[in-house]
């Protein structure tokens, strides 16, 4: 048995969304589609939670504003709505927990997708004139900000794919969305600092590890090298001048494989039958090849954002948060420098388009009663969280 100790100071959470969690939100572009109603009232019922989390020796919670709240209509903005998050940050505050403040968690006012979204010519524009107002009512009770979450997730399955909205497969579009979330960050990440000097400032960014199916294939090595560019360095690449750290959302393995049938005679697979109820593989391995990876490139702090797996049965998510954590622990000792594990999520939530079928939460939801019960793999990452080891 070896015990791990990891650094002093090592931040210990776990996150939410805000259109995931908080409920009542009927006025951004995802609850045309894909309502989440009133999801775990996180929105009345965030104290009760919050208890929970410092229950479980957590002293630092990943949280999100909602742009629709905070701006119902262009251009006017809601006190009441500011208030409420700084209700929230002070709950925090108040219990000995840090926080971890996302601006933009993927949704959207109904006003701002009217003018075409993130494909409008000004749409960083209107997010900056959100990010001003919401930092400078905020900035002093935030810890970390994060500015996107997961821009280029919204660029696949939002532009290209067709899978979230606004549902539309045009590279022209996704080139556009592309460009102004690049330009939403550098100016978010400018603003934030301009109000509040002491601000850290980075993006959440869901990497793979990409690996061939066949190591002596070289066609599958051209596909990991082309594909890696594109799914895990191509943005960052251009922000990293304006990032005080990376947040890593890991969950896949990226596995390519050579297929004559599809175009470029190559296919990308995640999945297999005794993963995760998303289907996706379990590889714990790949979060020390990617913050490797990280340093090698960018020489950042960071913190792993998101990192969790759906288990309704709770079977596997004692030793996947173990696992994931053990290949951490090497990246660590091996000078990578990250500072915090945030596991996705705090709760179960409104996973997008799979609605409440996924159960990624420490804590289980009964979505008909909002009973919330701590799951036995909750009280395992509570050990590690309270003693700041792990032991293997």
Same mark, same amino acid.
């Given at each position: 048995m070896n015990i791990l100790k990891f650094p002093s100071g090592f931040l210990w959470g776990s996150a939410v969304s805000s259109y995931q969690?908080?409920?009542?939100?009927?006025?951004?572009?995802?609850?045309?589609?894909?309502?989440?109603?009133?999801?775990?009232?996180?929105?009345?019922?965030?104290?009760?939670?919050?208890?929970?989390?410092?229950?479980?020796?957590?002293?630092?919670?990943?949280?999100?504003?909602?742009?629709?709240?905070?701006?119902?209509?262009?251009?006017?903005f809601d006190k009441e709505a500011i208030g409420h998050y700084r209700k929230i940050l002070l709950a925090l505050k108040a219990r000995g927990m840090k926080s971890m403040v996302t601006i933009w968690h993927?949704?959207?006012?109904?006003?701002?997708?009217?003018?075409?979204?993130?494909?409008?010519?000004?749409?960083?524009e209107d997010f900056t004139r959100f990010v001003k107002f919401a930092v400078s009512e905020l900035g002093g009770n935030v810890d970390l900000w994060i500015t996107l979450n997961e821009p280029m997730v919204n660029v696949s399955e939002g532009y290209l794919r067709g899978n979230h909205p606004p549902f539309k497969k045009n590279i022209f579009a996704a080139a556009k969305v592309y460009l102004n979330f690049k330009a939403a960050?550098?100016?978010?990440?400018?603003?934030?600092?301009?109000?509040?000097?002491?601000?850290?400032?980075?993006?959440?960014?869901?990497?793979?590890?990409?690996?061939?199916?066949?190591k002596n294939s070289i066609m599958e090595k051209i596909g990991v090298f082309v594909w890696d560019h594109i799914r895990n360095h191509m943005f960052l690449d251009e922000i990293k001048k304006e990032s005080d750290f990376i947040g890593l959302n890991y969950y896949f393995l990226d596995t390519i494989r050579f297929d004559p049938?599809?175009?470029?005679f190559l296919a990308i697979d995640n999945r297999t039958e005794d993963g995760s109820d998303m289907g996706w593989e379990i590889y714990p391995e790949g979060i020390y090849h990617v913050l490797k990876d990280l340093k090698k490139r960018y020489n950042k702090p960071v913190y792993i954002t998101e990192n969790g797996i759906a288990d309704a049965q709770d079977k596997k998510r004692a030793k996947y948060i173990v696992d994931h954590l053990n290949w951490t622990y090497?990246?660590?000792?091996?000078?990578?420098?990250?500072?915090?594990?945030?596991?996705?999520?705090?709760?179960?939530?409104? =996973?997008?388009?799979?609605?409440? #079928?996924?159960?990624?939460?420490?804590?289980?939801?009964?979505? &008909?009663? @909002? =009973?919330?019960?701590?799951?036995? #793999?909750?009280?395992?990452?509570?050990?590690?969280?309270?003693? &700041?080891? @792990?032991?293997?």
């Open positions: 969690v908080e409920g009542g939100i009927e006025n951004c572009d995802w609850s045309r589609d894909y309502p989440a109603g009133r999801a775990c009232d996180y929105y009345n019922q965030y104290e009760r939670y919050f208890d929970m989390a410092k229950e479980l020796n957590q002293n630092i919670h990943r949280m999100s504003l909602e742009w629709s709240r905070i701006e119902p209509e262009e251009g006017k993927w949704t959207n006012p109904v006003w701002f997708s009217a003018k075409g979204g993130w494909e409008n010519p000004k749409s960083s960050h550098r100016k978010t990440y400018g603003i934030i600092h301009d109000l509040d000097q002491k601000a850290r400032v980075g993006i959440a960014y869901n990497s793979a590890y990409v690996k061939p199916a066949n049938l599809k175009f470029p090497k990246a660590i000792s091996e000078g990578v420098d990250v500072g915090g594990y945030f596991y996705w999520s705090l709760l179960d939530n409104f =996973e997008w388009t799979y609605g409440f #079928s996924k159960r990624f939460g420490l804590i289980e939801i009964d979505f &008909n009663t @909002l =009973e919330a019960k701590i799951r036995p #793999s909750a009280y395992e990452y509570a050990k590690i969280c309270k003693n &700041n080891f @792990l032991m293997v």
